[in-house]
């Protein structure tokens, strides 16, 4: 089964409404890992922001399975803008992984992306590289949601990931980032 992710990044150190605490990462863990493995997951596609992207990864890295990366533009700046700007030590996992990936010739980086649109654009090159993934080895897709369960409103990246792999007919898991 092929894994195509998206989730929560940690939780800003000012932020008011919990949706990833950073105190919950090692929970997050283990239910990433166990939904990898009740999955029969044989390869993770996402993209590496802090939290459940850098997690997935991780647990996928552990569990020899093959892990594809998708960014919105080059590793610096996604480096800048979404792995070191939030609470944790989440730079040196990113460039471990990133290395090893890029090695085993599984980054994508997209390019010429309008700055608005560059996330939603990440989100299908996601879904993308995950269907090329299936086509290629002969397995099948499913979405999962690395997340607290409820939209941020208009412009959820993670909801619009999520209904994006519905419209495909994919299913769908969710992994809650919460204590529930």
């Known amino acids: 089964m092929i894994i195509a992710l998206a ?3 940690i939780d800003a150190a000012d932020s008011k409404q919990p949706r990833f605490p950073l105190a919950n990462v090692v929970l997050v863990r283990e239910r990433v890992r166990a939904m990898l493995k009740e999955q029969g997951a044989t390869a993770v596609v996402c993209a590496a922001a802090c939290g459940a992207d850098l997690i997935a990864l991780e647990e996928g890295g552990s569990l ?3 892990r594809r990366v998708v960014l919105p533009f080059e590793r610096g700046r996604f480096r800048e803008t979404s792995v070191i700007d939030r609470p ?3 730079g040196p996992i990113y460039d471990q992984i990133l290395n090893q990936v890029e090695d085993a010739k599984d980054l994508v980086v997209l390019a010429n992306m309008p700055e608005e649109e560059v996330y939603l654009a990440a ?4 879904l993308d590289e995950a269907d090329a993934l299936a086509k290629q080895s002969g397995d099948r897709v499913k979405a999962a949601l690395v997340w607290n369960g409820e939209s941020r409103g208009e412009r959820d990246i993670t ?5 994006e792999a519905r419209r495909r007919g994919w299913p769908v898991v969710e992994v809650s980032t919460l204590n529930r």
């Open 7 to 9: 989730g929560r990044r």
């Open 64 to 66: 020899k399975l093959r």
């Open 88 to 90: 944790g030590d989440w």
């Open 123 to 126: 989100n299908l090159g996601i």
């Open 159 to 163: 909801e619009e990931f999520g209904n």
